[in-house]
């Protein structure tokens, strides 16, 4: 199954315990293939850096691992821009095209703008738990 995950879901997951990251959990073990962009991955470390600033270097070094973990488990692909449907958020663009492009099933997150499309063209937009329902 393809999924992208928003940047908000991968930042819970590396910050606190929870669904979010037992997705991450998932996709280590190789339960889901994770489709990302460039860009995508790019806002992941720059989200994580300005988090990271208030951190320990013990716990600096092993959100980079995490953030490396994802960047090696994901398949990378190249958005067509305007293909998704339109988001009231111009930031979360990228999410929607990048599924729509990809043919993935789903983006996963606690987003408001992304979560108010649900279901479009080829997939829908879900939270945390019913991801992780779908992969059990």
């Keep these: ?27 280590e073990e190789g339960a889901f293939e994770h489709i990302c962009s460039k860009e ?6 720059a989200t994580a850096e300005k988090l990271k600033a208030k951190l320990r270097r013990e716990d600096r070094t092993l959100i980079d691992e995490i953030l490396d973990m994802i960047t ?4 990378f692909a190249q958005a067509i821009f305007g293909c ?3 988001c009231r958020d111009p930031n979360d663009q990228m999410f929607l095209d990048l599924t729509v492009s990809t043919e993935a099933k789903y983006i996963v997150s606690g ?11 080829g ?5 945390p738990k019913p991801f992780l329902n779908l992969l059990s």
């Design 1 to 27: 199954m393809k999924a992208i995950l928003d940047t908000n879901i991968v930042m819970s997951g590396i910050f606190w315990s929870g669904h979010a990251r037992n997705i991450l959990l998932s996709l």
């Design 40 to 45: 995508i991955v790019e806002e992941y470390f």
């Design 72 to 75: 090696m488990r994901s398949h």
């Design 84 to 86: 998704g449907p339109v």
């Design 111 to 121: 987003d408001k703008d992304l979560l108010s499309i649900g279901m479009y063209q």
């Design 123 to 127: 997939g829908s937009v879900i939270k």
